[in-house]
């Protein structure tokens, strides 16, 4: 059974109550490593997208017996990682700055 929920005036208005708190303006620095946070997330998940095609472009050039191709997917893999590695380690780095403002 489906229920619907309705959302009203009080519900907006202790959210934005709520809101003024967690980001106390535009320019704050909450609001700074908020907005920075949501990039590298966004960075994040295109930067798997990109890698789960390129595995399977590896394994594909792998059976289809291309070793050049293969080599050089295996390079452009690994020269990912490199950004991936810094974007997951500022992820964990932002998380630890934003909890040290709850």
């Known amino acids: 059974m489906l229920v ?30 908020l907005a920075l946070h949501s990039l590298f997330l966004v960075l994040r998940t295109l930067l798997s997208l990109y890698v789960a ?10 059976v ?10 295996i390079f452009l893999w690994m020269a990912v990682a490199v950004p991936a590695t810094y ?3 500022m992820l964990t780095y932002m998380q630890s700055k934003l909890g040290e403002f709850v």
């Open 64 to 73: 289809r017996a291309q070793p050049r191709q293969f080599v050089w997917r």
């Open 87 to 89: 974007t997951n380690s």
């Open 4 to 33: 619907r929920r309705q959302v009203d005036a009080v519900f907006y208005e202790r959210l934005s109550r709520i809101l003024r708190i967690v980001i106390p303006s535009v320019r704050s620095k909450e609001a700074s490593l």
């Open 53 to 62: 095609s390129l595995d399977g472009s590896i394994v594909s050039a792998l």
